[in-house]
């Protein structure tokens, strides 16, 4: 029977409680007669100075109980983070790395219990998002910056996020679900999980997103550290609530992710307003700077500069090379746009390529992406007689001619080439230019796919 049965679970996390209870005393009475910490497990005594102290009066840092030690935390979550970062589309953005780093690493600095090797990452997705791992890794899709009205907002979902992590949420989960499932004459040995064991569960914490849906109670304890942090760094925690409480009123599909992932715990302007007065003195609250303004407008008006280097662009999997004096740009929806001097007519939401080349990548055939195109196209017609296999830098795929109109009503010719790729999404370019001018920029596209490289 159900009731039974969660009774059963009830009952069995209570043993493992008491068994990890034991095993501690073992582990202490083994460090007294060896002088070492047993394999696998991170040594640490209240004088740690690894283990930083929590402000006086504020709600007691208590990150509840946990099969697995902060070492195990760090090694599981760099496995997850190397999942992450290859199933995510990430941002490589020189000036939005540092500003996140610098702000991340700030606020960690004001974060109690374990120090945690924290690293941030810039996801390429305009859904509202972020996502911490065991042990530091924070992920932070573009999408939330930009929904953030101020550096304070922005501020209050990386700390909320590294609350997580310092309160070690994911693996106290994980520990929940194995107590339940391991059979207790096995249970200690958790405790000396080979590197196997925590490699899968590290690929668990990404995979369908196991253990990264937390519970209300794990809402409010994050909520309560982060307004902690918040305060010590000099930002008002009362607007960690309010860019949540903004989300739930807005509701949407770009925000419905993160409120799945991070349940409103309930009133949460009202608790955390609440919590303030047992925060203690704190810097001069700042809600904004022209370093989160300027990261604002790179990242939200759809013209942030691509990743360059010596040996070009780096996006999706490839690497391509843009013409001599083309100006490359790329957004949150993972989409690069390559354009000559003129290329771009109109201006905001209403820019569109006159001259140039789209890059981007796309879950479907050849034909559902030209169905797709044409949506926003409707004069986008195929050419017949044109579609051919094409091959370029170790990819294979098909080519095909389309005719349009741009946006000075003047006929358009497009090529399109189609990327199947196993594992991934298609990857497509698209060759722009009116159609009286495509022969004279057909040098430009060939040199374009000529530099093109699979990675």
């Known amino acids: 029977m159900v009731v039974r049965r969660a009774g059963l679970a009830v009952v069995l996390l209570a043993v493992a409680c008491a068994a990890q209870t034991r095993y501690w005393r073992h582990l202490?009475?083994?460090?007294?007669?060896?002088?070492?910490?047993?394999?696998?497990?991170?040594?640490?005594?209240?004088?740690?100075?690894?283990?930083?102290?929590?402000?006086?009066?504020?709600?007691?840092?208590?990150?509840?109980?946990?099969?697995?030690?902060?070492?195990?935390?760090?090694?599981?979550?760099?496995?997850?983070?190397?999942?992450?970062?290859?199933?995510?589309?990430?941002?490589?953005?020189?000036?939005?790395?540092?500003?996140?780093?610098?702000?991340?690493?700030?606020?960690?600095?004001?974060?109690?219990?374990?120090?945690?090797?924290y690293n941030f990452h810039w996801v390429n997705q305009k859904e509202i998002n972020a996502f911490a791992l065991p042990g530091g890794p924070i992920f932070v899709n573009v999408g939330a910056a930009c929904a953030?009205?101020?550096?304070?907002?922005?501020?209050?979902?990386?700390?909320?996020?590294?609350?997580?992590?310092?309160?070690?949420?994911?693996?106290?989960?994980?520990?929940?679900?194995?107590?339940?499932?391991?059979?207790?004459?096995?249970?200690g040995g958790l405790f000396n999980s080979g590197a196997g064991r925590i490699a899968n569960l590290g690929a668990q914490m990404v995979v369908g997103g196991v253990f990264l849906k937390y519970s209300r109670d794990m809402e409010s304890q994050a909520d309560a550290l982060g307004a902690q942090v918040m305060n010590a760094s000099g930002y008002d925690p009362r607007q960690m609530a309010q860019f949540f409480e903004t989300l739930e009123a807005q509701g949407g599909s770009q925000s419905l992710q993160f409120l799945s992932d991070h349940p409103s715990p309930g009133n949460r302007l009202a608790a955390i307003t609440a919590e303030i007065p047992t925060l203690g003195p704190h810097p001069p609250y700042q809600d904004d700077s022209a370093a989160f303004d300027r990261l604002h407008r790179q990242l939200c008006t759809g013209k942030l500069p691509a990743q360059t280097s010596e040996q070009g662009i780096t996006f999706q999997g490839i690497t391509l090379t843009p013409p001599t004096g083309w100006t490359v740009y790329g957004d949150q929806t993972s989409q690069l746009t390559l354009v000559p001097a003129g290329g771009l007519s109109g201006a905001g939401d209403q820019t569109q390529v006159l001259s140039g080349a789209i890059i981007s990548t796309y879950a479907?055939?050849?034909?559902?992406?030209?169905?797709?195109?044409?949506?926003?196209?409707?004069?986008?017609?195929?050419?017949?007689?044109?579609?051919?296999?094409?091959?370029?830098?170790?990819?294979?795929?098909?080519?095909?001619?389309?005719?349009?109109?741009?946006?000075?009503?003047?006929?358009?010719?497009?090529?399109?080439?189609?990327?199947?790729?196993?594992?991934?999404?298609?990857?497509?370019?698209?060759?722009?230019?009116?159609?009286?001018?495509?022969?004279?920029?057909?040098?430009?596209?060939?040199?374009?796919?000529?530099?093109?490289?699979?990675?």
């Open 364 to 455: 479907g055939s050849l034909q559902q992406l030209i169905a797709e195109l044409q949506r926003s196209n409707p004069d986008l017609r195929p050419v017949s007689g044109t579609q051919a296999p094409f091959a370029a830098g170790g990819l294979h795929g098909t080519a095909i001619t389309l005719s349009n109109q741009n946006a000075e009503r003047a006929p358009e010719t497009d090529r399109l080439v189609h990327f199947p790729r196993q594992g991934a999404d298609a990857l497509y370019l698209i060759f722009i230019a009116p159609s009286s001018e495509f022969d004279r920029f057909r040098p430009a596209f060939g040199q374009l796919l000529q530099s093109l490289k699979a990675q």
């Open 148 to 187: 953030a009205k101020n550096e304070a907002q922005f501020a209050g979902v990386v700390a909320h996020e590294e609350s997580h992590v310092a309160l070690r949420h994911s693996t106290s989960m994980a520990s929940k679900k194995e107590a339940v499932s391991v059979p207790l004459g096995i249970l």
């Open 28 to 117: 202490g009475d083994a460090r007294s007669a060896s002088g070492r910490p047993l394999p696998g497990i991170e040594a640490r005594t209240p004088s740690d100075p690894r283990e930083r102290p929590q402000q006086k009066g504020a709600s007691p840092y208590n990150p509840g109980w946990n099969l697995f030690s902060p070492q195990q935390d760090v090694q599981m979550g760099q496995q997850a983070e190397q999942q992450a970062l290859k199933q995510l589309p990430i941002l490589h953005y020189p000036a939005a790395e540092s500003y996140l780093t610098q702000l991340g690493t700030g606020l960690a600095r004001h974060m109690p219990g374990p120090t945690f090797p």
